[in-house]
Nanobody, 114 residues
Framework: QVQLVESGGGLVQAGGSLRLSCAASLNIFSINTMGWYRQAPGKHRELVAS???????NYADSVKGRFTISRDNANNTMYLQMNSLKPEERAVYYC????????WGQGTQVTVSS
């Protein structure tokens, strides 16, 4: 089975930046559209950004202009650069493919103080 490992989260002040990383077993990054998801307290998991194997990106309206998704297919690694973070973006961030596997990694916690 695929294993997904997220890292890079932490505590930042509003307006700060973080760079999240996602590592996966096998070669799913080379053959699938991949995405970053997040789940805030009391809310459903939502798709934040996605990237095709060819590099085409899409973003949720709320993060356009501030977040950048990228991938390294050869190393099965994906990144999410998050700038100008807002307190409401406190959440656990996950990586997965589109459509998602029903098995998720542990996620990485992002906390934004106001």
């Amino acid at each position: 089975q695929v294993q997904l490992v997220e890292s890079g989260g932490g505590l930042v002040q509003a307006g700060g930046s973080l760079r999240l990383s996602c590592a996966a077993s096998l070669n799913i990054f080379s053959i699938n559209t991949m995405g970053w998801y997040r789940q805030a307290p009391g809310k459903h998991r939502e798709l934040v950004a996605s990237i095709t194997r060819g590099g085409t990106t899409n973003y949720a309206d709320s993060v356009k202009g501030r977040f950048t998704i990228s991938r390294d297919n050869a190393n099965n690694t994906m990144y999410l650069q998050m700038n100008s973070l807002k307190p409401e973006e406190r959440a656990v961030y996950y990586c997965n493919k589109l459509p998602w596997y029903n098995t998720w990694g542990q996620g990485t916690q992002v906390t934004v103080s106001s």
